[in-house]
């Protein structure tokens, strides 16, 4: 499984931004497909994640309410929908996909990272 994330940006606070991941290689209706970020001198955290079959979603805590997770399983393409941004969601964000059924953890698939950058 390849995959190329794209999307990133400068954007002012309150602004939105869409990211894309795009997927090749076969990917089976079980994986999972998440996205991280990582900002200087922090831990990757996972901020959301989707099953490829479809409808069972993960959001995590510091995003919730503000970003979704979708995917077009046609174009095989995986989205984060970025709303309502905060300076502190500046980061290089990641796709990844895995097999494993736990949410956060077992990620072995990796794209190279977009970078956001949100402005105050």
């Known amino acids: 499984v390849q995959l190329q994330a794209s999307g990133g940006g400068l954007v002012q606070a309150g602004g939105s931004l869409r990211l894309s991941c795009a997927v090749a290689g076969r990917i089976l209706s079980r994986y999972r497909m998440g996205w991280f970020r990582q900002a200087p001198g922090k831990e990757r955290e996972i901020v959301a994640a989707i099953r490829w079959s479809g409808g069972n979603t993960y959001i995590g805590d510091s995003v919730k309410g503000r970003f979704t997770i979708s995917r077009d399983s046609a174009e095989k393409t995986v989205y984060l929908q970025m709303n309502n941004l905060k300076p502190e969601d500046t980061a290089v964000y990641y796709c990844?996909?895995?097999?494993?059924?736990?949410?956060?953890?077992?990620?072995?698939?990796w794209g190279q990272g977009t970078l956001v950058t949100v402005s105050s």
């Open positions: 990844a996909s895995t097999e494993s059924s736990d949410w956060t953890r077992g990620y072995d698939y």
